[in-house]
């Protein structure tokens, strides 16, 4: 006789792992029993026949279920105990190992195909099985069980339960979040003022109506509501854009299916597997040219962010609509969190919205829809939200010490760590706005209560700028319970991030940081860095020119100003003056006209910030090309500009200085931009020179110091940039470096927190040591 003792941790919890041990077991003969533990572990206690308990570790491994993964494990010989069979146990959330908190899985092919047929699930919107349906969105606390989720609001009925016992039912034995129209969740369409219209079935035929002739319908989902609407009505979109003033940020196309999308946007492999994966993002594909679609849900856009339904809910309200494809955006009003609970949209959403689809079901966490893109052919999460969060990120080195980062602030997240791990929390968003600063400390606090960081003891680790919310929320955290506190550079971070993610711990890295702004080492506003990296510290080396931004952030929101700033680096104020008159640019770009460019020339002759930001590059090259004139939401200008430009073989010439640091002048691309304007160049194509050429120059510089280097990383905000990834890939080509760009962590700064935790928690390791 033989007995062992298994802990393993990964994603073993809410993927259907303990009744797949009990049917290994039962397969190899052997007993004991299996159990969910505290921190989202699983432990299990096998003996018999020793031919028989290798056998069951042997299967554990080759057998386990398709979302389950092991990352640790341990296996420690014990004693028998004398078990007759074996048993799924009780949870017993005292015995605590770590382990991932399972993240929300889209509907199954099977549980949609019971919705669809005729089976105690038709037409049930509710419907999940153990391999799918809501996880982190629904669970108070762990371990994984019924009662510890929102769905301990409804006891199972006798065919539930029946089910739920039955070891030969594969997917509904021991699943926690089964049920059925008798026992489950339930759906209801509400007027504005709150009166019942009509509930289950005819609910969602309702609002599938409402949504055809025209009016806005907020839709309580998985992780939190949506707004549903036309996408093919002019008058409906640009009604929705006005209640939600949302002038221009493109809204999400939610389709029926792959067919659906077809119609829509260029679709190739890749995009469908991303697209029908269990995580199901909003994935951002070129719109075809005779797209069905109204020209306002993506203005001045030529790509379209699509996705496919992950509930029965969505499913079946979409198969219901004329088109089969509607927008279905967050439903949160301007800037701010996305709203959760019933009462929280009625009070926010009014105005908004028409109608409310609701369900009894509670959303406990909040969780938006992952956002993904591909760059220079290679995915990339823009939002790691639903599906994604809070999967952890390992380290390739293990912490003395727990780590709390608090990332930075806009369109952030936060994180913890321990041991070799990193636990991104899901997409906070702008914690500048007071909901989303709540939601960063509740959120915070849910990872350190599930993985039991003892905070006193923790490193806390904030952005160097000392106005972030995020760092004085730090900084209140470190007061309040006598912890270290670490402050990083927000470039650094950045490198670091993608440096934890690829496992990189020893070697140096040339890092290129690109994004809008972030608070340099020296007190001014950084944004297209080149550092040269470890996660024990950096040292910059180059950078693209500094230039003035009159009127500081008013550059940023009208992007006129800096290019301004830009070209006077350069021409005379006549000259300056010229160039905006020919290219109508102060009409359109700044707003009281020439006596706001008047004040602005005095401006640029005095003392102003500067910043080596590729945004504000970027941006200003938008505006001069006629692009966008001003920023509405994050990064826009840039984005349209890449979304607008053609790729072409011509290149501009790029000048590199070395004053100290090696300089990349963008002011003479911008000159050089301007007279092929002038020229009469495809404005498309000069977008994409300009791309290109801060991009290359970036990378001219890195390779400068490359020497026994051979690794590059590239991040930040504007390193998901195609054609600038293309001008750096272009100035490394042949020099035998591998480039290291972000995966599953995003580039912007929903994924500065890893950064941050793997600096903070290396320098805490050799502390100790």
Not at 87 to 96: F, G, L, R, T
Not at 224 to 253: C, M, N, Q
Not at 676 to 692: F, K
Request: charged letters at 25%; hydrophobic letters at 40%.
């Amino acid at each position: 006789m033989k007995a062992v003792r298994l802990r393993l941790s990964g994603i073993v919890q809410g993927v259907a792992f303990r009744p797949f041990v009990f049917r290994v077991a039962r397969r190899a003969g052997v007993n004991g029993y299996v159990k969910n533990v505290g921190g989202s572990g699983v432990e299990i206690h096998v003996e018999g026949e020793s031919e028989r308990v290798e056998e069951f570790i042997k299967l554990l491994w080759e057998l386990k279920p398709e979302k389950a993964r092991i990352d640790e494990y341990s296996i420690v010989e014990t004693a028998p105990k004398g078990y007759l069979d074996f048993k799924i146990e009780q949870s017993d959330p005292s015995a605590h190992f770590r382990s991932i908190i399972p993240p929300d899985f889209s509907i199954c092919r099977d549980c949609l195909e019971e919705i669809l047929s005729r089976t105690r699930w038709h037409l049930y919107p509710f419907n999940s099985c153990a391999f799918c349906g809501p996880r982190y969105s629904m669970i108070y606390s762990i371990p994984y069980d019924r009662e510890n989720t929102a769905m301990r609001d409804f006891p199972l009925c006798q065919d539930c339960l029946r089910d739920y016992s039955d070891p030969e039912n594969e997917r509904r034995f021991h699943a926690q979040g089964i049920s059925c129209p008798v026992c489950g969740p339930s759906v209801r369409l509400q007027s504005g003022r709150g009166e019942v219209l009509a509930d289950g079935v005819d609910a969602i035929d309702e609002a599938a109506r409402l949504i055809d002739s025209g009016h806005i319908v907020a839709v309580k989902g998985l992780g939190g509501f949506h707004i549903a609407a036309s996408a093919t009505d002019d008058d409906v979109v640009a009604e929705l854009r006005s209640r939600k003033r949302r002038p221009t940020k493109p809204f999400a196309v939610m389709c029926l299916d792959i067919d659906t999308v077809s119609r829509l946007v260029e679709l190739g492999p890749d995009a469908i597997r991303i697209l029908d994966s269990p995580e199901k993002p909003i994935l951002l594909l070129p719109t075809l040219e005779n797209a069905p679609i109204s020209r306002l849900v993506a203005p001045n856009l030529r790509k379209l962010g699509v996705f496919l339904p992950y509930t029965g809910l969505h499913y079946l309200l979409l198969s219901r609509t004329r088109d089969k494809y509607a927008i279905m955006t967050s439903g949160n009003p301007h800037n701010e969190p996305m709203c959760t609970r019933d009462d929280e949209a009625f009070e926010r959403l009014r105005g908004i919205v028409d109608y409310f689809l609701t369900h009894n079901r509670v959303i406990v966490n909040r969780v938006d829809d992952s956002v993904a893109r591909f760059t220079a052919g290679r995915f990339t999460l823009l939002r790691r939200g639903r599906g994604y969060a809070p999967k952890w990120l390992q380290l390739p080195f293990r912490a003395s010490r727990e780590v709390v980062a608090f990332g930075a602030m806009l369109q952030s997240a936060g994180a913890v760590a321990f041991d070799d791990k990193v636990v991104l929390t899901q997409f906070i968003g702008d914690v500048d706005e007071y909901g989303s600063f709540l939601d960063l400390e509740k959120y915070l606090g849910l990872l350190i209560r599930t993985y039991q960081i003892p905070v006193e003891s923790s490193v806390m680790v904030a952005d160097l700028h000392p106005l972030y919310p995020s760092t004085l929320l730090a900084e209140e955290w470190s007061r309040k319970f006598g912890a270290e506190l670490v402050k990083v550079q927000h470039h650094w971070a950045h490198i670091a991030a993608v440096m934890a993610e690829h496992g990189v711990i020893e070697e140096e890295v040339v890092g290129i940081a690109v994004d809008g702004v972030g608070l340099g080492d020296d007190g001014t506003a950084w944004g297209g860095e080149v550092i040269i990296a470890s996660l024990n510290g950096f040292k910059r080396v180059g950078c693209l020119k500094p230039q003035k931004m009159p009127g500081g952030d008013v550059a940023v929101e009208y992007p006129a100003r800096m290019l301004a700033g830009i070209l006077s680096d350069k021409l005379s104020r006549e000259e300056l003056a010229e160039v905006f008159r020919e290219l109508g640019i102060v009409e359109r770009g700044l707003r009281r006209g020439w006596e706001e460019f008047n004040i602005m020339l005095n401006q640029l002759e005095g003392d102003l910030p500067l910043t080596s930001s590729t945004g504000r590059v970027l941006d200003a090259a938008s505006v001069m090309l006629g692009f966008c004139d001003r920023r509405t939401y994050e990064g826009e200008p840039a984005i349209v500009l890449e979304d607008n430009s053609k790729p072409t073989t011509e290149r501009l010439k790029v000048h590199v200085r070395d004053d100290g640091l090696y300089v990349v002048d963008t002011a003479e691309i911008l000159l050089q931009a301007l007279d092929l304007l002038r020229c009469g160049t495809d404005r498309r194509e000069i977008g994409y020179m300009v791309q290109h050429a801060v991009g290359y120059g970036l990378g001219l510089v890195a390779s400068r110091f490359i020497g026994r280097r051979r690794l590059v990383a590239l991040s930040g905000g504007a390193a998901v940039n195609d054609y600038l990834v293309r001008g750096v890939l272009e100035a490394l080509e042949g020099k035998g470096v591998d480039v290291l760009m972000p995966k599953t962590v995003p580039a912007g700064d929903g994924g500065i927190a890893v950064g941050q935790a793997a600096i903070a928690a290396l320098k805490s390791s050799q502390l100790r040591r």
